[in-house]
């Protein structure tokens, strides 16, 4: 290198000059340590040693690539916001810079020209002549920009601006525009122009539009553009971004609106993970893998689930509210920046969380005036502070406006709150029963007494203090009753939620509706209004820490903690049996929602060892199963089993449960012992029921483990127990496990005798899971006794049962099942199509036990449309898959799969048939499904599904309850009217066409109405 830069001087005096360039260049690029980004190692210069390397300009060309890719305006403008201006414009006349400058100039306008093309597609006009605009002052002769604005003129109906606009660009160029423009001009002044768009270079809305899970914004965003840019630019070059500062300065706010505008720049999507409810680190990566969908999976760290899901997709996380879990936080984004190289994290906290690479962006306040100088109306409004009151002001008082009679007091208020945007909300909530004047006088008086002493919590902190403070002495006493006792509540809260925990000593519970209206209306509160299922409140979260901190020295901080844990302890105890009835998908869903709360709960008592803890712990293992919060479900259950203070039922039902948990995770032994512990506590209190379950749980676990000997006896015994006791619904779920033993020992009539009485007793019992499970058991059996057509009927059936209550793992095997019902249906095509989609569903839950069966289908699927090496190298993946977790082939399996591969094997000759199936073994699990899920296939038609009776109709993989649901709403009816036709109710509708709609990767009602048009299906009342 010095030879390189300075070949006319010695090596002293070369070294010497190497020295000096770098002790400048360190001090530019760190000024802090020096030599984090530019180091020496062995005689080798290093940049940016042991991290990631982030340059503007490669950002920029990246962004820009990905951009023309989607075709999405959103991917075009943050693209747009990372062109940072001419590279290197200090040397002008460096060969290299000059040429690498003009590159990326001309593309930052060929964006800008070609994002104006999509404005317009999309009839946005005034946005598409902004972007021209912009266009024309970097590059004045451009003449396709000129050309844009005058059809965008044109089009808008100002033919008179749009022959200026030719003149402008004849007056640019040194000869006479293009032939095309030219045209144009000449059809606009003849008056033979048609105002007809361009055609459309993408889709209306990008498949990957959808991809977040950002609630739509209640309230307007008011200024920060200039920081929402400088978001974006920073995030494009780091892994990790954190917003910092103290509460209430708006970090997330910022950092919810930078994602809303990034949305459609990452591919894979754009998820928000809030933190604030947790009260625990170890739940973080149970919240994110509830965000993103990974479920937990037996014997393996929910953390490499997540690891192996975000993988090399292109996601953005915004990690919310941090603070108070920072190490969690911190050690979760470690491993995930580690493992994921295009994923990006927006993290929000009041601190940095400390991690290498990290770049820290302090979130400023909003800009504010200068009370010591007078400002005209205009200068008040370009104030962010002063717009942002005036916007929650008129919000709030729809006659306020900012006026010269009031916008001193406003720029005072705004002034004196240092531009705090969480503190301007709640003054501007006073607006109607104050004046601006009032507001200003008063909280001037709270912030003198309330800042005037010790600084040291920093100054901006005891602003918004101070503002709470206010707030809170202007509330009556029975508000400031409620309001810190609805601090209790963990990520939301119902009025009748409200009602048991905020009423009390001082507050009666017909008074609370009134209250907590109020505090809505000072902006304490805020309320999420939802038609179907009733408002939802809560508290911000600063508001919230403020409110706990007057809960904790109101000296009623354990009275109201022990009300909320009992609320949560009796919803869960009336949601239990209904889990098992025909509502529990609304009762999983209610559990859900309240799961913030029920882990506060649980933290609450069982750090009291109280009963209330235990007893919640019991009732929430088949919510845990359900929905696969195994690990968390199974710390606190092992808990509870391990406290000698548990009384003797309680501590057996969390035995039972966590036996429940511990054998779908692999952990049998651990199951055992549970599982023994619970029967001796039920037989020791003669709790025959108990006693039941427990030796039923035993049972299923020794069939699991191949004992067929002890899993009879087991089985056998229970059944007889709940035939006694007149247990309907648990005798449907030995006679399942007897059907599976059955079945297992090649019993096939028994089999069928047995699911068949469990499908007879499970149709009247109103327990969705227990009749799907009959369903489905009864379809594969029919299916191995050559009835594929009854077959395909249950398991359809099944299916639609278990989609309606979200069991994802069951969806997973029932579209396998219909896939091999398909191929023995001689429905060749559609195999690959159910296969596919059940190999999705059991990779993203990392199922090993089924995705070997799921290959063995696909490849006879592969083989019986004469893709004979596909099929070969499918086996032998599947067959080295086996071997891995020690599964074999099940006869029956093998027997309805043995003709197509032989089909196969006799295609391509031994040889060849072995060569190939030893490449498919070669293959690691990632491989084969990636190769199971590739384009190497005949592109499919529409499937056909058959209907016994011979009608048929051209379907998607959709099953007969969402063809109806399909076809009703492609007929105009709405969710109630479609609800009054199928006899369900609104909200299942609602699921249907949610899950239709995403299956068929359509985006609108409209939409799956034309596709319904497409394929001419029947009326609803022949379905």
């Not at 999983?588 to 882990?599: S, V």
């Amino acid at each position: 290198m010095m030879s390189l830069l300075w070949p006319d001087l010695g090596r002293k005096a070369a070294s010497n000059n190497l020295r000096r360039v770098l002790h400048a260049a360190r001090k530019v690029l760190d000024p802090a340590t020096g030599s984090r980004y530019l180091a020496s190692q062995d005689e080798t210069l290093v940049l940016c040693p042991g991290g990631h390397l982030w340059v503007d300009v490669e950002a920029f060309a990246e962004a820009a690539v990905s951009a023309r890719r989607s075709r999405d305006p959103a991917a075009y403008r943050a693209a747009i916001e990372l062109y940072a201006g001419e590279l290197l414009p200090g040397d002008r006349y460096e060969e290299w810079a000059e040429n690498r400058r003009g590159e990326l100039r001309r593309l930052y306008i060929e964006l800008l020209v070609e994002l104006a093309g999509l404005y317009e597609v999309r009839g946005e006009y005034g946005q598409a002549a902004e972007t021209l605009q912009k266009a024309l002052s970097e590059e004045s002769t451009n003449e396709e920009a000129h050309a844009g604005l005058i059809r965008l003129y044109a089009l808008s109906g100002k033919q008179g601006e749009a022959l200026t606009q030719y003149e402008r660009l004849r007056g640019t160029l040194s000869g006479e525009p293009g032939a095309t423009t030219r045209a144009l001009r000449d059809e606009i002044a003849a008056g033979r122009f048609q105002p007809t768009r361009r055609a459309a270079p993408l889709q209306e809305e990008p498949s990957h539009s959808g991809k977040h899970n950002l609630a739509a914004p209640r309230t307007n965003f008011v200024g920060r553009e200039r920081e929402i840019v400088e978001v974006k630019r920073m995030l494009a070059m780091t892994g990790l971004l954190t917003l910092t500062g103290t509460g209430g300065c708006g970090k997330t706010r910022l950092a919810l609106e930078v994602a809303r505008n990034l949305v459609g720049t990452y591919k894979d999507g754009v998820w928000l993970v809030e933190l604030a409810p947790l009260s625990e680190g170890a739940l973080a990566p149970q919240v994110m893998a509830a965000t993103l969908g990974v479920q937990e999976q037996p014997g393996r760290p929910l953390l490499e689930s997540l690891l192996d899901v975000l993988g090399d997709k292109e996601t953005l996380l915004v990690l919310d509210n941090c603070e108070h879990l920072i190490d969690a936080a911190a050690r979760l984004t470690v491993a995930l920046l580690d493992s994921c190289s295009r994923l990006r994290v927006l993290a929000t906290s009041r601190e940095p969380l400390g991690v290498a690479g990290e770049l820290g962006w302090p979130v400023p306040s909003l800009s504010a005036p200068d009370t010591q100088q007078s400002h005209t109306m205009e200068e008040f409004g370009g104030y962010e502070s002063v717009r942002l009151f005036a916007d929650r002001a008129s919000q709030r008082h729809p006659g306020f406006e900012l006026t010269p009679e009031n916008a001193t007091a406003v720029a005072q208020v705004c002034a004196r709150l240092e531009g705090i945007p969480l503190a301007i909300e709640l003054a501007a909530a006073r607006t109607g029963m104050l004046s601006a004047e009032q507001i200003s006088e008063r909280l001037w008086r709270s912030l003198r007494m309330l800042t005037g002493g010790d600084q040291t919590a920093g100054h901006r902190h005891q602003t918004l203090k101070a503002a709470l403070e206010w707030s809170f002495d202007l509330l009556g006493q029975p508000e400031q009753l409620l309001f810190r006792r609805l601090a209790e509540f963990a990520g939301g809260f119902t009025l009748d939620a409200a009602e048991r925990v905020g009423a009390g000593e001082g507050i009666d519970g017909e008074d609370v509706l009134e209250l907590l209206s109020m505090l809505v209306d000072k902006s304490l509160v805020v309320a999420e209004e939802n038609w179907e299922k009733g408002a939802r409140y809560r508290l911000l979260e600063p508001v919230r820490q403020y409110a706990r901190e007057k809960l904790r020295v109101s000296g009623e901080a354990e009275a109201v903690g022990r009300r909320h844990a009992e609320f949560f302890l009796a919803l869960a105890e009336e949601a239990e049996p209904e889990l098992t009835k025909s509502q529990q998908a609304e009762w999983l869903d209610r559990l859900e929602t309240e799961h913030d709360n029920l882990r506060a709960a649980l933290s609450w008592a069982l750090g009291r060892e109280i009963d209330s803890g235990s007893r919640l712990a019991g009732v929430l293992c088949r919510f845990w199963h359900t929905r696969g919060y195994l690990s968390e479900g199974r710390r606190y259950l092992e808990a509870v089993a391990s406290s000698a203070a548990v009384p003797t039922t309680v501590r057996a039902k969390a035995l039972d449960g966590l036996g429940w948990i511990a054998e779908p995770q692999g952990d049998y032994e651990r199951a055992r012992v549970a599982y023994e512990e619970s029967l001796a506590l039920y037989r020791s209190s003669n709790d025959k029921r108990g006693v039941a379950n427990v030796l039923g749980d035993l049972g299923s676990l020794a069939l699991d483990r191949g004992d067929y000997e002890e899993a009879t006896s087991l089985l056998e015994e229970s059944l007889t127990l709940h035939r006694e006791l007149g247990s309907k619904e648990e005798v449907v779920g030995v006679l399942n496990g007897l059907g599976g033993l059955a079945s297992a020992k090649g019993d096939r009539e028994q089999s069928i005798s047995f699911f068949s009485e469990a499908l007879a007793l499970s149709r009247g019992t109103g327990n969705v899971r227990r009749n799907a499970t009959s369903l489905g058991n009864l379809g594969i059996t029919m299916l191995v006794h050559d009835n594929p057509e009854q077959a395909t009927v249950l398991l359809e059936e099944s299916l639609a049962l278990f989609q309606e209550i979200g069991d994802s793992s069951n969806i997973a095997i029932g579209l396998m099942y219909l896939a091999l019902a398909a191929l023995t249906r001689g429905d060749h095509e559609r195999v690959q199509a159910l296969g596919q989609e059940s190999l999705n569903l059991l990779q993203k839950a990392e199922d090993k036990q089924h995705m070997p069966e799921c290959l063995e289908i696909m490849a006879g699927g592969a083989a019986a449309q004469g893709q004979a090496q596909r099929a070969a190298r499918l086996w032998g993946a599947a067959e080295a898959m086996r071997e891995d977790i020690g599964v074999p082939l099940q006869p029956e399996d093998r027997k309805l799969l043995d003709p197509y591969i032989a089909m196969a094997r006799s295609s391509l000759g031994e040889v060849a048939w072995q060569t190939t199936l030893v490449e498919g073994r070669a293959m690691m699990p990632k491989q084969a499904i990636e190769y199971s899920l590739s384009a190497e296939k005949a592109v499919l038609p529409p499937p056909v599904a058959r209907r016994p009776g011979g009608s048929s109709a051209t379907l998607a993989p959709l099953t007969p309850r969402e063809e109806e649901v399909a076809v009703l709403v492609s007929r105009g009816l709405t969710n109630r009217q479609i609800g009054s036709e199928l006899f369900i109710s609104e909200h299942t509708v609602a699921t249907h066409i949610a899950k239709i709609l995403k299956r068929l990767a359509l985006s609108s009602r409209s939409r799956l109405s034309a596709w319904v048009a497409d394929r001419s299906l029947p009326p609803s009342d022949q379905v």
